[in-house]
């Protein structure tokens, strides 16, 4: 061979190479192309990306300038894919879907220690938060984020959210996807400094001298919430409907700020077993007596489909459930 020939042929074989990716267009052009190639329309290619259709027409025009071809063929109410186009598009849709699978697995490997809790603001704070930080004693490498929202109900079902706790009726499915934790039940509690100031309280008649607190009916018309209230005239109906209760000394759409107030000394609270756990358990908050009101509902622990599917997760449902059974306070 001589070296014209081996010349040659080293040209050709640069001539096949592939272009250099440093001079390739936008990856935020292809993927436009790629949505316009699809609906073959940029009026619905802009729709969908929220954008105007000059701006798609620009983007198409640099990328067909870029590459130096035709991608489409415009008609008068149609667009069609040149062959070009069609190849172009093949290529495209495979890069872009590797990508977007690289992406998941990264993001997976990522997150493998992660898990994602949904609820309601009190839920959360309350009870879940102090769940999260036993756990993390118990297994450092665990992370956790948490999404609080009354106004929200349907956090619980983004993608990203591997639980959630929800309250139910006697209607929700238990099964793989949905497991019972315990029954809504409520108890007159205060702090034992208000206990020892305005007691004795030895029956419902006593709590007529109390700074009765509770919650303003806005927190019980969130959407992430919406169920028949609970107040003090609903407990002193159940316990001694012959009393017509005081008007409450102080009202709040927020738990929290309720507990906050209780545990200052202000009053009396509801409170709702599971969300006074903790405070009662560390005698921060008492009950005034053995007089629950179990509200006929009940809270659920719901699982991401695929979520359900990792050990970590599989490992905290375990121990959220061990926990619940331990407490054992929150039935009747």
């Known amino acids: 061979m001589t070296e014209t020939d081996g010349s040659f042929l080293k040209a050709d074989t640069a001539s096949r190479r592939p272009p250099k990716r440093r001079h390739l267009p936008s990856l935020g052009s292809f993927a436009t192309f790629e ?51 069609q190849a172009l598009l093949e290529g495209v849709t495979h890069g872009l879907d590797r990508l977007s699978d690289a992406i998941e697995r990264i993001s997976q490997n990522a997150d493998r220690k992660m898990i994602t809790i949904a609820s309601t603001y009190a839920a959360i704070s309350q009870y879940i938060k102090p769940l999260t930080d036993d756990y993390r004693s118990i297994v450092p490498e665990a992370r956790f984020t948490l999404l609080a929202s009354d106004e929200n109900d349907r ?5 990203e959210v591997d639980l959630a706790m929800i309250c139910g009726n006697e209607r929700s499915q238990i099964g793989d996807n949905l497991i019972h934790l315990f029954p809504e039940v409520v108890d007159p509690v205060c702090a034992p400094g208000y206990l020892a100031a305005m007691g004795p309280f030895d029956g419902p008649e006593d709590l007529l001298r109390a700074d009765l607190m509770e919650l303003h009916r806005m927190h019980w018309s969130s959407q992430a919430i919406s169920w ?43 409170g709702w077993r599971h969300l006074v756990f903790q405070d009662a358990a560390q005698g921060r908050l008492v009950r005034l007596f053995d007089l629950p009101l179990n509200a006929g509902r009940s809270y659920y622990l719901k699982l991401n489909r695929t979520a359900r599917e990792r050990q970590l997760v599989k490992d905290f449902v375990d121990f959220f459930r061990a926990e619940v059974a331990k407490a054992g306070a929150f039935a009747t």
Not at 155 to 159: A, N, R
């Open 228 to 270: 028949y209230p609970l107040r003090w005239s609903d407990w002193f109906r159940h316990h001694a409907p012959e009393i017509h209760e005081p008007a409450p000394q102080f009202v709040t759409n927020s738990y929290t700020t309720l507990v906050d107030a209780a545990l200052a000394g202000e009053g009396v609270i509801l």
């Open 155 to 159: 956090v619980q079902d983004f993608d």
């Open 35 to 85: 949505v316009a190639a699809k609906h073959r329309s940029f009026t619905l290619a802009a729709e969908e990306l929220h954008v105007t259709q000059a701006a798609i027409s620009q983007q198409i025009r640099g990328l067909e300038k870029a590459i130096d071809c035709q991608l489409f063929t415009r008609k008068h109410n149609s667009m069609e894919l040149t062959v070009e186009g």
